[in-house]
């Protein structure tokens, strides 16, 4: 998820990032365009490297940064773009620690090949801890 959100970020706006977190997923079925099939929409917090805007023209109308305060008073945009505005102010004013699902990378079952699990994060001393109490 965190590899594809940075790779399309740079297809569609010529910004380089790096993944922080995933935020939220939204799930629907049975869209009227989506021939029959679930539809997820996977929204991800971003570190950008650049800030130069060069989006793909076959993929966007229009691209553009927008404050974060301006994004969540504005009324002309979509009901998850302003659920998503506010959950990154909320991240923002009172730490992304309180939002974010960060990845981890685990090793998998099978040699020498890993998985990435996206959770809470899990505090240090959780991290090590053997046994039980």
């Known amino acids: 998820v965190g590899d594809t959100a940075v790779r399309e ?13 995933l935020l939220s997923i939204r799930q629907q079925h049975t869209n009227p365009g989506a021939f029959g099939k679930s539809d997820m929409y996977i929204i991800c917090r971003l570190k950008p490297y650049s800030f130069t805007i ?11 940064w927008m404050d974060l305060n301006d994004l969540v008073k504005t009324e002309n945009t979509t009901p998850i773009t302003s659920r998503v505005a506010r ?11 309180k939002i ?5 990378e685990l090793p998998a079952v099978y040699t020498g090949l ?20």
């Open 54 to 64: 060069n989006f793909c023209q076959h993929e966007c109308l229009r691209c553009e």
């Open 9 to 21: 970020v740079f297809e569609e706006t010529g910004i380089k990032s790096e993944f922080r977190s």
């Open 114 to 133: 890993f998985y990435k699990l996206y959770h809470k994060e899990l505090p240090e001393n959780y991290k090590t801890m053997t046994g039980m109490y």
């Open 100 to 104: 974010d699902l960060t990845m981890e």
């Open 87 to 97: 959950l990154m102010l909320y991240g923002y004013r009172e730490g992304f620690d």
